[in-house]
């Protein structure tokens, strides 16, 4: 592959890692505060047991668990980048 192309195709992987990373710094900052209102929901529901407080314990919970899906999913991405970005700069560092 030209020199070019694997630098063109390398600053776009550049590109798309930095905004998934990000996108993963403020998807685990959401998920751990979503987390502690499961928690707290969850101790409600032991202290309250009424039938609402456990329906909200659940509904929070399905949140966290939805969250925790996409944070795999995401966190696979990146990876799949890091794994594209070092095969483009092992690319590079052959000549191209």
Known sequence: MQRFMVERRL???????????EELAVLDEQLAAVSEEA???RLRSLV?????????YTEVQRHVD???RARAALRATVEGLERRRDELLMNVGDGG
Request: glycine fraction near 0%.
């Open 39 to 41: 928690e707290d929901a």
């Open 66 to 68: 939805a969250m925790v």
């Open 11 to 21: 600053r776009d992987v550049h590109v798309r890692l930095v905004r998934a990373r």
């Open 48 to 56: 309250a047991e009424t039938p609402l407080a456990a329906h909200e």
